[in-house]
């Protein structure tokens, strides 16, 4: 699906309740982002590598968009290591695995390109026993298969596995799969407790976009959510 491009990123940063509280009958699912300050031009050209297929012509929404919400408090997080690569064999998918933007206003961005999965950092990261939300195009103008194309064809019991940078890998089995209609059921208390929430235990949520497509042909109707338990 057609995203916004970004490239940089805001100082602004969202944990996990701002995320869970922040989805208002969304859109798309974009990037969650950390600041990356003082990059230089090496930092930069791999960013603009990563976004293999810019956004040109008509834009469509990302997989899902959430907007910050005010805090009474924040919650801190846990120090750990960053996913770097996502490999599920059997939807042909060995991507890599980007830290996205927050914008100034709050909203998490979406995927940079066609063929990258975009890593919720601020909610949770692979190894901290809680859910781990990720995101990645169906498709994009000019790419009919991104990233996440065959990812909602998987059955239950299938494995999806993340890399880290320091090459530890987690592997995570499929237990659900489900669309949602974004008008009426992808409710901003499904997102909190369906989707973004905590689990209570490690699981991966994988979010794409899917359904019939709007009368103008610029939007998805509906959302994926793949469930997977870590193994």
């Not at 907007?67 to 750990?80: E, W, Y």
């Not at 830290?99 to 940079?112: H, Q, V, Y």
């Amino acid at each position: 699906m057609m995203a916004k491009q970004t490239h940089g990123a805001f100082g602004t940063r969202m944990n996990r309740r701002s995320a869970m509280a922040a989805v208002a009958g969304a859109a798309a699912l974009p990037l969650v982002g950390r600041a990356q300050e003082g990059a230089d031009e090496a930092g930069d050209a791999e960013e603009l590598a990563i976004a293999e297929a810019p956004s040109y012509g008509v834009r469509r929404p990302g997989p899902v968009q959430l907007l910050a919400a005010p805090l009474d408090k924040a919650v801190p997080q846990a120090k750990a290591l960053v996913p770097v690569q996502m490999v599920v064999p059997n939807a042909a998918v060995d991507a890599p695995v980007e830290i996205g933007t927050i914008t100034a206003d709050g909203i998490m961005e979406n995927p940079s390109g066609s063929f990258v999965v975009a890593w919720y950092e601020a909610i949770s990261a692979p190894g901290l026993e809680t859910n781990v939300v990720m995101a990645g195009h169906l498709d994009y103008f000019g790419v009919p298969q991104a990233v996440f194309y065959y990812l909602p064809q998987l059955p239950v019991g299938d494995t999806v596995s993340v890399v880290m940078e320091d090459g530890t890998q987690y592997d995570y089995e499929i237990e659900s799969s489900r669309l949602y209609d974004v008008a009426t059921e992808l409710t901003p208390e499904v997102i909190q407790t369906d989707v973004v929430g905590d689990t209570g235990y490690e699981a991966l949520t994988l979010i794409t976009c899917g359904g019939p497509l709007n009368d103008t042909q610029t939007e998805y109707l509906s959302r994926w959510v793949i469930r997977a338990a870590k193994v």
